[in-house]
């Protein structure tokens, strides 16, 4: 059954650095997204992504976040100038071209900032 | 965005059938719901999605009554593997691109 894949799976960064974390998705899909889970939270939404552009985005998701679809499989997430409240899970999630196609969700990347 | 209500948690003893409800009283016409499952670090997977009536896969079954505001999972024959938080969800899935708005889940504990 085809997956969505996440590297690193644990990456840990210096407070102030940026951080480009990895994903691909399953590869006939065309929605991809992004969102992160502090310890002990809630999933929540940061944006998503159709046509090589965001097609909506949480307020979480401000300027210190981009994503970026490089290539035809890779779909990124870069944080800027982290922050120790960016310590997350952060999942990709990826939906097919037709309608009413559940999101199929990566393991992670655990992000620890310090 | 509807909001859903569900059980912080349950228990169940192995191999009995476990149902989880999940209240949705302000769902749209174009809202379907969906449940995930949600082991420790790892990601919400998926489980079964569904509008109306009844729909079954082969890990579960999603009632649906006809006013669509409450959806009941059910798994049957649970075993110890299928301890985890379940999610339900709705939202607008045939919009394409949809977010989805994630509550605290129901904790299910099987024991043996």
């Known amino acids: 059954e085809p997956e969505v894949t996440q590297t690193p799976s644990h990456q840990v960064t210096q407070m102030g650095q940026e951080v480009i974390l990895r994903c691909v998705p399953i590869?006939?899909?065309?929605?991809f997204y992004w969102y992160r889970q502090i310890l002990g939270q809630k999933v929540e939404f940061l944006v998503s992504?159709?046509?090589?552009?965001?097609?909506?985005k949480s307020e979480i998701f401000d300027d210190q976040f981009s994503v970026e679809r490089p290539d035809g499989s890779n779909f990124t997430l870069k944080i800027r100038s982290t922050k120790l409240e960016d310590s997350a899970m952060y999942f990709c999630a990826s939906s097919g071209g037709s309608s009413n196609q559940p999101q199929h969700f990566g393991d992670g990347t655990r992000l620890s900032i310090l | 965005l509807a909001k859903t209500t569900q059980p912080i948690s349950m228990d169940s003893y192995e191999g009995q059938e476990v149902n989880i409800t999940c209240s949705h009283n302000n769902i749209a016409t174009n809202d379907y719901i969906t449940w995930y499952q949600q082991f420790p670090s790892q990601g919400p997977r998926f489980i079964i999605q569904?509008?109306?009536t009844k729909v079954t896969n082969e890990v579960a079954s999603l009632f649906i009554p006809a006013d669509r505001k409450s959806s009941t999972l059910s798994l049957p024959r649970v075993s110890l593997s299928d301890t985890a938080v379940y999610y339900c969800?709705?939202?607008?899935?045939?919009?394409?691109?949809?977010?989805?708005?994630f509550g605290k889940g129901t904790k299910l504990s099987v024991i043996p």
């Open positions: 569904g509008y109306k």
């Open positions: 590869s006939n899909h065309l929605y």
């Open positions: 992504f159709y046509n090589n552009e965001i097609s909506e």
């Open positions: 969800l709705v939202a607008e899935t045939g919009a394409g691109s949809y977010q989805l708005t």
